[in-house]
């Protein structure tokens, strides 16, 4: 499966993105959908998870504030990043599991300063 993720940039503290990741085929074949991100000098890390059947898992730090989703139509999973802080800018990057594969997308660079 190929994934183009896309919908990084600039954005102050405050301030709202919204990432997408359009697979290159359905999405009721991949078991899971994930928006992961790796910061300058810090490891990848999940920031939120769905899952086929819909359920979803965020990391403590985005919780309240971020919103994963899917649209099955257009194959393509969603990251809605609200309330952003600088502690976001990181390169973020969409992944998709099928059975014990995972598979990944460019990354794109989200950057929240003044």
């Known amino acids: 499966v190929q994934l183009q993720a896309s919908g990084g940039g600039l954005v102050q503290p405050g301030g709202s993105l919204r990432l997408s990741c359009a697979a290159s085929?359905?999405?009721?074949?991949?078991?899971?959908s994930g928006w992961y991100r790796q910061a300058p000098g810090r490891q990848r890390e999940l920031v939120a998870l769905?899952?086929?059947?819909?359920?979803?898992n965020y990391a403590d730090s985005v919780k309240g504030r971020f919103t994963i989703s899917r649209d099955n139509a257009k194959n393509t999973v969603y990251l809605q990043m609200n309330s952003l802080k600088p502690e976001d800018t990181a390169v973020y990057y969409c992944?998709?599991?099928?059975?014990?594969?995972?598979?990944w997308g460019q990354g794109t660079l989200v950057t929240v300063s003044s």
């Open positions: 085929r359905s999405l009721f074949s991949i078991n899971s």
């Open positions: 992944s998709a599991r099928i059975s014990t594969s995972v598979y």
């Open positions: 769905i899952t086929s059947g819909g359920s979803t």
